[in-house]
């Protein structure tokens, strides 16, 4: 799992449709991945300016949101509430 802020959304009038009423957010990693762009999943409400835990790894993310047959490599599986800094 990253961490990563939530930059923008993602809209798309034609798509798989199996992603039919599954929103899409543009995040950017934090930490180890810092500056990766990557669209996820969002199932529990995310929002633009939040800093938010992803799944990656296709089967894993898939498998949290009950999506096993939907092409999704990385899904939010957290809102961050608050963030201690490293020392």
Avoid: C, H, Q, Y
Avoid at 9 to 24: A, P, Q, R
């Amino acid at each position: 799992m990253i961490l990563g802020k939530v930059i923008d959304n993602v809209w798309s009038t034609k798509k798989d449709e199996s992603l039919t009423g599954i929103k899409l957010m543009v995040v950017k990693a934090l930490d180890e991945a810092e500056g990766r762009i990557i669209v996820a999943a969002d199932l529990i409400g995310a929002g633009i300016g939040e800093t938010v835990i992803i799944s990656m790894g296709g089967s894993a993310a898939r498998k949290f949101a009950g999506l096993e047959n939907t092409p999704v490599d990385a899904v939010i599986v957290g809102i961050v509430d608050e963030r201690m800094e490293e020392s």
